[in-house]
């Protein structure tokens, strides 16, 4: 069993950035890949980005460079670093967790966090 903890979500101007944080705990994979997915209002669950075991990432079209994922293997932690952010990018966003390599997709993935609300206004 894997426990997936986001942090970090909260109220932002459009520009700002934030930075959301995964932590892991409990039966962690030692070959892993993370996810980040979103979820906006009334729309479905999408693929953010992700970093696997080897550190190699991978992103939406929709945040690439603005968006950064980056890991803490002493911490088990996953950090997600979102700047210049839009209004469109508020969402609930969650990390979620599987072995081996990265996937897009929400069912590939084992373990879920519980969220972390994420608002930008305009």
Do not use: H
Not at 19 to 33: H, P, Q, V
Not at 115 to 120: K, M, N, P, Y
């Amino acid at each position: 069993q894997v426990q997936l903890v986001e942090s970090g979500g909260g109220l932002v101007q459009a520009g700002d950035s934030l930075r959301l944080s995964c932590a892991a705990s409990g039966r962690t994979y030692s070959n892993y890949a993370l996810g980040w997915f979103r979820q906006a209002p009334g729309k479905e669950r999408e693929f953010v980005g992700g970093i696997n075991w080897s550190g190699s990432t991978a992103y939406a079209d929709s945040v690439k460079g603005r968006f950064t994922i980056s890991r803490d293997n002493a911490k088990n932690t996953v950090y997600l670093q979102m700047n210049s952010l839009k209004p469109e990018d508020t969402a609930v966003y969650y990390c979620a967790v599987r072995r081996y390599g990265l996937r897009d997709r929400l069912n590939e993935y084992d373990y879920w966090g519980q969220g972390t609300q994420v608002t930008v206004s305009s």
